[in-house]
């Protein structure tokens, strides 16, 4: 099952999110090599500067997805105001469909 995470950053946070990033793709990378990760990148702010993230990754349950979304380094820094988790069905383009 997919699971999209929805992450909002914290206002004024984008230097955590900087400073954070390398360990960041790290993860995501890894998580990548697994087969767990499907889509993932930056929200934009009317700036073009991130404010968020979406990640969509395959897990089980609910609770391994927010599993996986508390193992974020983002998330371990602070730097997410929310994080919102559904379950999510890839219905356009996707390439297993």
């Known amino acids: 099952m ?9 206002p004024g946070a984008l230097q955590l999110r900087l400073d954070t990033r390398p360990d960041h793709v790290a993860y995501l990378n890894d998580l990548n090599a697994k087969g767990i990760l499907k889509i993932a990148g930056p929200f934009l702010g009317d700036d073009s ?7 969509i990754v395959k897990a089980e349950t609910i609770a391994e997805a927010r599993a996986i979304a508390e193992a ?14 559904k379950a999510f069905n890839w219905v356009f383009n996707n ?3």
């Open 95 to 97: 390439p297993e469909a």
């Open 49 to 55: 500067k991130p404010t968020g993230s979406l990640v």
């Open 2 to 10: 997919l699971f999209a995470l929805h992450c909002t950053d914290k």
């Open 72 to 85: 974020d380094p983002y998330a371990k820094a602070g730097l997410f105001s929310d994080v919102e988790i």
